[in-house]
């Protein structure tokens, strides 16, 4: 079964940098991989942020962008603000099926 | 404006079945592969099956494969979901999200508000 994993919870300072990582336990994780990143707060739908690794939405704000970093994807928040406080989770495409991450909780404190 | 909107989640016995319809409006739903995830309460999303443009190609996850039947009906901009055999892990909300599949992308855009499903007796 394939698992992918992510940081439990991550803690950010209002205006500081993190980047949430998201691992296959199948090995490195490529862009035929396709990673999308998503954004879920209490009580609401996930709200789509990143697609195919590194792309933004129209409505993704600049600060978020996505990458490959060590045989992963990764998700960077910059210059956080206090509306960023949110679980977030990848999403990798395994050639047919797909499998979500466990999620990060990032609280901006 | 895109819409999803599901239904027809409620309460249902284990064993029993249930089917979840998703409807759409604001595009040309024949264009996107439509997928369905599911969350249980406090717990992280997981992806449960998907739907190509025609409704040829269809996947499960292991967990729901052989009970759960995914379909639509582009003439009615609707796409469905239907569980049988149903279990207490099976209590989620069920979303519907629109992908579309280009060569060398995958794109997870818009999704629904979902729908409570809840089995138990």
């Known amino acids: 079964q394939t698992v992918v994993t992510q940081e439990p919870s991550l803690t950010v300072s209002p205006g500081g940098t993190v980047t949430l990582t998201c691992a296959s336990s199948t090995g490195a994780v490529t862009s035929g991989y396709y990673a999308n990143w998503f954004q879920q707060k209490p009580g609401q739908a996930p709200r789509a942020l990143i697609y195919?690794?590194?792309n933004k939405h129209s409505w993704t704000p600049a600060r978020f962008s996505g990458s490959l970093l060590g045989g992963k994807a990764a998700l960077t928040l910059s210059g956080v603000q206090p509306e960023d406080e949110a679980e977030y989770y990848c999403l990798l495409y395994y050639g047919g099926a797909y499998v979500f991450g466990t999620g990060t909780k990032v609280t901006v404190l | 404006e895109v819409q999803l909107v599901e239904s027809g989640g409620g309460l249902v016995q284990p064993g029993g079945s249930l089917r979840l319809s998703c409807a759409v409006s604001g595009f040309t739903f024949s264009n996107y592969w439509i997928h369905w995830v599911r969350q249980a309460p406090g717990k992280g999303l997981v992806w449960v099956s998907r739907i190509n443009e025609g409704g040829s190609t269809t996947t499960y996850a292991a967990s729901v494969k052989g009970r759960f039947t995914i379909s639509r009906d582009n003439a009615k901009n609707t796409l469905y979901l239907q569980m049988n055999s149903l279990g207490a892990e099976d209590t989620a909300v069920y979303y519907c999200a629109r992908v579309l599949v280009g060569s060398n992308v995958v794109i997870f855009d818009y999704w629904g508000r979902g729908t409570l499903v809840t089995v138990s007796s």
């Open positions: 195919s690794t590194s």
